[in-house]
């Protein structure tokens, strides 16, 4: 059953400020965060800034780093990438980044994951970029090791098409339990949302979509779900969007919107602050949003 409020994260994707102002002002977002009662924080996987946000010559910093900072400055907030493009590290090694944020966080880390799209970054630094299929393949046999690595009775080896692991051992384990969660990004209706039926406890949409658009991939999500034997129930449905849908569209729209989405099933709803300075967009707005997503 869907829960009975809805959470609110918070997912940074820029960081505008002098390299020397970048530290503080992450750790002030962490704890601004913290203080609202926000769920969630996530940060993008990716080396180069994409292209609408600046471009490769912007900064970026890279995910795993960055998580285990925001870990150090919070105690409650979920974590995780939204989303690991899977081309960007070997499955066991992701595996066990994903267990050390997970066990340095006291049980706060998350595998968000996907199938990777960003062609000029793979280029840029070298890194293989297969064919669509082949990611897919690879997501898949990621998410096999993934669950391998994390199941103590299980030590492998894992024999794959792409992969193969003489031994899947993770020590220490997951604090997590039964391990972390799996937040599976994308919705493509053929590969995508049958990998979330098979092995997500999370999925995410984009907002852009509009409540139609995302009724319509969680009635896609609800058949692989049926097919496979998945309780849809058991998958917990987050959509993600623009902060300015909150801070300037106001505190009661965003509200009536976000409720439209509640009625479909989604209880974490991701925002992205706007351009500037993060922690001064989460410590006005977060707050009465996240008291205001908990009557939903």
């Avoid at 390299?19 to 924080?41: F, K, N, P, T, Y």
């Avoid at 792409?162 to 972390?180: F, G």
């Avoid at 509009?210 to 449905?237: F, M, N, P, Q, T």
Wanted: aromatic share 8%.
């Amino acid at each position: 059953m869907r829960r009975s409020t809805v959470r609110l994260g918070v997912h940074i994707t820029k960081f505008d400020e002098p390299g020397h102002e970048i530290r503080d002002e992450l750790a002030a977002a962490a704890q601004a965060a913290e203080s609202a009662g926000v769920a969630w924080m996530s940060v993008m996987d990716h080396y180069f800034q994409m292209e609408h946000n600046g471009g490769a010559e912007a900064a970026m910093l890279e995910a795993y780093s960055t998580l285990g900072f925001l870990a150090a400055h919070t105690s409650t907030v979920q974590l995780g990438a939204l989303v690991t493009g899977v081309t960007y590290r070997h499955p066991g090694l992701l595996a066990k980044i994903v267990t050390t944020l997970d066990v340095l966080s006291g049980g706060r880390g998350t595998l968000g994951i996907g199938a990777a799209w960003y062609e000029r970054e793979h280029n840029g630094l070298g890194v293989p970029y297969p064919p669509t299929a082949e990611r897919f393949e690879r997501l898949e046999e990621t998410l096999r090791i993934c669950l391998q690595m994390w199941d103590p009775d299980n030590n492998g080896p894992f024999e794959g098409k792409h992969y193969q692991l003489a031994e899947t051992l993770c020590v220490p384990p997951p604090v997590s339990s039964p391990r972390p969660r799996i937040m599976i990004g994308g919705g493509g209706e053929r590969k995508t949302l049958r990998l979330v039926a098979q092995y997500g406890d999370a999925c995410n949409f984009f907002t852009s979509l509009g409540v139609e658009g995302v009724g319509h991939k969680l009635g896609v999500l609800r058949e692989h779900c049926d097919a496979v034997g998945r309780d849809y129930d058991s998958i917990r449905k987050t959509v993600a969007g623009a902060g300015t849908s909150l801070s300037e569209g106001g505190l009661d729209a965003f509200t009536e919107e976000m409720a439209a989405y509640a009625k479909l099933g989604v209880d974490t709803v991701i925002l992205m602050p706007p351009p500037g300075r993060p922690a001064e967009w989460v410590t006005r707005h977060a707050g009465p949003a996240v008291r205001r997503l908990a009557e939903l």
